[in-house]
C-alpha cells in the first residue's frame, strides 16, 4: 500500500507493515506489550534483522499462524491511553483499511457485559455491505462472572466472536476461566469458536520511546486468542484464493 487510503481518513490509520517483533515491539507504535503481542499472534514473523543496534536479538524460532501477512493498524486511544472508538464504525473503524485492501479485521477490545450496541449494529452493518470482509472480536475476559458475559462488538451477529482455551497442557480442550461465556442477552450462542489463549508468546515492546525491540512475552485472554484465529482466517483465505480446494478437497472444485 502506498498509504494513500489510509491518508484520506487522518493520522489514526497506519500504513502498512510486516509483522516482525522490532517493528511491533517499538514503542513508536505501541507504548505496552498488549498491541504487539496481539499483532504478532496474527502474522507476526521471526526473520527480521532490523532491531536496534545497541540491542542484542535472541534467536526468535516463533512465528505468529500467518508469519507472511502485513497488517494494517488503527489507533484510537486518546492522549491519556483510553479507549476512544469512533462515533461511527461503520463509517471510520473499517473504511480505511478496506479500501486498502484489507479482507480480514480482528478486534482485541470491546466493553463489559454487552447488549446489542450500537458498535454492535455497525459491525453488523458492515459485514452485511461488505460481505467479502470478515470481522473477529474477542469475547472478552468476564468468564468469573459466568454466563452472558460476552462484551460488545463481540454481541455482533455476524462477526466470529472468540474465546480462550487453556494452552499449558495438552489436550487443548478447556476454556479459559477468563473467558467470556454466553449466550448473549437476547439469547443468541457466542462465542463462535474457541482458541489457544493463554500465556502465549508473541512480540513484546521496548521500555524506551524509539527503541525496537525483538523481545518476546507470554500474555494470556481472548485477545490473543483472536488474531490467532484470524491469522487461521487468513491462511484459510489463501488457500481458497489460489485455488487449493479444487486440489486437496474431495468435493473438488465444486466446494
Known amino acids: 500500500s502506498d498509504g494513500s487510503a489510509a491518508d484520506s481518513y487522518g493520522d489514526d490509520c497506519a500504513d502498512w507493515y510486516d509483522a516482525y ?21 496474527a502474522c507476526g514473523g521471526g526473520t527480521s534483522t532490523s532491531c ?23 489507533d484510537f486511544d486518546d492522549s491519556a491511553g483510553a479507549l476512544n472508538v469512533p462515533d461511527d464504525c461503520y463509517e471510520r473503524l473499517f473504511p480505511p483499511a478496506y479500501d486498502a ?9 470491546g466493553s463489559t457485559f454487552g447488549t446489542y450496541s450500537t458498535w454492535a449494529r455497525d459491525f453488523d452493518e458492515f459485514m452485511y455491505d461488505f460481505d467479502d470482509m470478515v470481522v473477529l472480536v474477542a469475547a472478552s475476559n468476564d468468564g468469573s462472572f459466568g454466563h452472558e458475559s460476552i462484551g460488545s462488538p463481540g454481541t455482533a451477529k455476524n462477526v466470529i466472536t472468540v ?31 474457541v482458541a489457544p489463549g493463554e500465556f502465549l508468546s508473541s512480540a513484546a515492546t521496548s521500555s524506551s520511546a524509539g527503541l525496537a525491540t525483538c523481545a518476546t512475552t507470554n500474555m494470556a485472554g481472548t485477545s490473543m486468542a483472536t488474531p490467532t484465529v484470524a491469522g487461521a482466517v487468513a491462511l484459510l483465505r489463501q488457500f481458497l484464493a489460489e485455488g487449493n480446494h479444487a486440489v486437496y478437497s474431495a468435493a473438488g472444485a465444486a466446494t
Open 52 to 74: 536496534s543496534s545497541s540491542y542484542t536479538a535472541p534467536e526468535i524460532d516463533e512465528q505468529g499462524m500467518a508469519p507472511d501477512a502485513k497488517v494494517m493498524v488503527y
Open 163 to 193: 474465546g480462550a482455551l487453556e494452552s499449558d497442557t495438552l489436550p487443548i480442550t478447556t476454556v479459559s476461566s477468563f473467558s467470556s461465556r454466553g449466550s448473549t442477552l437476547d439469547g443468541r450462542l457466542k462465542p463462535d469458536v
Open 101 to 109: 485492501g484489507a479482507r480480514i479485521s480482528s478486534h482485541s477490545w
Open 21 to 41: 517483533p522490532s517493528w511491533c515491539g517499538s514503542t513508536d507504535a505501541d507504548d505496552n506489550d498488549f498491541s504487539s503481542n496481539s499483532m504478532c499472534c
